[in-house]
């Protein structure tokens, strides 16, 4: 047998060998990469999350995008931050808690239904009045407010919702509150608002600017000067009975990250402090 022969008889060998190996070794990866999944979805969980009227679409994408992201999955449960505060001092099951304000997410941390130190800005909101008809009324609000003529104005419930509450300050900054008082009506939340004036019930109304934000031309809406108002900052706090819940506390660490803060933002909303 000549040397040429034996080097090739060698060299066959080696890369069988090394075939061999790379074919172990990528079984071994893949069997690793199947139990790293199959350990993933046995400890993915649920969380039950409260979330404030006004901020009902964000969440509802924000979910689906954390579900993507992690594995876990959210049930959302919206209303008036007042009724959801509400239902949870009565032990509603929530997990997570999307106020609408700052005041009660830190009232629940006080009294140890929040976990203290977990509460972060995840939205600041803004208000506008609008009008769903044609009229334009981003250089004329001051003057339609002031004209006796107009029907109803529709504003949330201001002892539930923070919107109403700030749609209140608004017209008393005005001095407008008492003589408007007998044409107000009111929606229990700020969903309910909007629709009081999407339906024709109300002419106009103080909704949230996310709310229309992509269904009227600028002209129908005018925003509020921030000094007319206390800031709207939407709070949200870990509940203590999640303190161990993964899915509630990966959802809390989510709000703080960037792709969170872009889908939030891409609803009309400015990015709180995190």
């Known amino acids: 047998?000549?040397?040429?022969?034996?080097?090739?008889?060698?060299?066959?060998?080696?890369l069988r060998m090394k075939r061999g190996l790379t074919g172990a070794i990528l079984t071994g990866l893949l069997i690793a990469h199947v139990n790293l999944v199959g350990t993933a979805i046995a400890h993915a969980e649920t969380a039950l999350i409260a979330v404030a009227a006004n901020f009902a679409d964000p969440a509802k994408r924000l979910a689906e995008d954390f579900g993507a992201q992690?594995?876990?999955s959210l049930k959302i449960s919206t209303g008036s931050t007042g009724q959801l505060y509400a239902q949870i001092t009565n032990g509603a099951p929530f997990d997570v808690f999307l106020s609408a304000d700052a005041a009660r997410p830190e009232k629940l941390e006080k009294v140890g239904l929040a976990v203290a130190g977990s509460r972060l800005t995840y939205a600041l909101g803004r208000l506008v009045l609008w009008g769903a008809g044609t009229t334009p009324i981003?250089?004329?609000a001051e003057a339609i407010l002031s004209d006796p003529q107009f029907r109803s104005l529709a504003i949330a419930n201001p002892d539930l919702a923070p919107y109403g509450a700030a749609a209140r300050e608004t017209l008393q900054a005005r001095g407008l509150w008492d003589s408007?008082?007998?044409?107000l009506v009111f929606g229990q939340n700020i969903g309910q608002t909007r629709a009081l004036v999407a339906t024709g019930n109300a002419e106009i109304g103080f909704v949230a600017l996310a709310q229309i934000k992509d269904s009227s031309a600028t002209e129908s809406y005018w925003l509020v000067p921030e000094k007319d108002h206390q800031p709207i900052s939407q709070d949200a706090v870990l509940l203590t009975r999640a303190r161990d819940n993964a899915a509630a506390c990966a959802f809390m660490d989510y709000l703080k990250s960037p792709r969170a803060r872009q889908i939030i933002a891409g609803f009309g909303y400015e990015n709180g402090s995190g």
Do not use: I, Q, V
């Not at 047998?1 to 080696?14: E, F, I, L, N, W």
């Not at 408007?180 to 044409?183: D, Q, V």
């Open 1 to 14: 047998m000549t040397p040429t022969t034996r080097t090739s008889k060698s060299a066959k060998r080696c």
């Open 70 to 72: 992690t594995g876990h």
């Open 138 to 140: 981003n250089e004329r």
């Open 180 to 183: 408007l008082k007998g044409r």
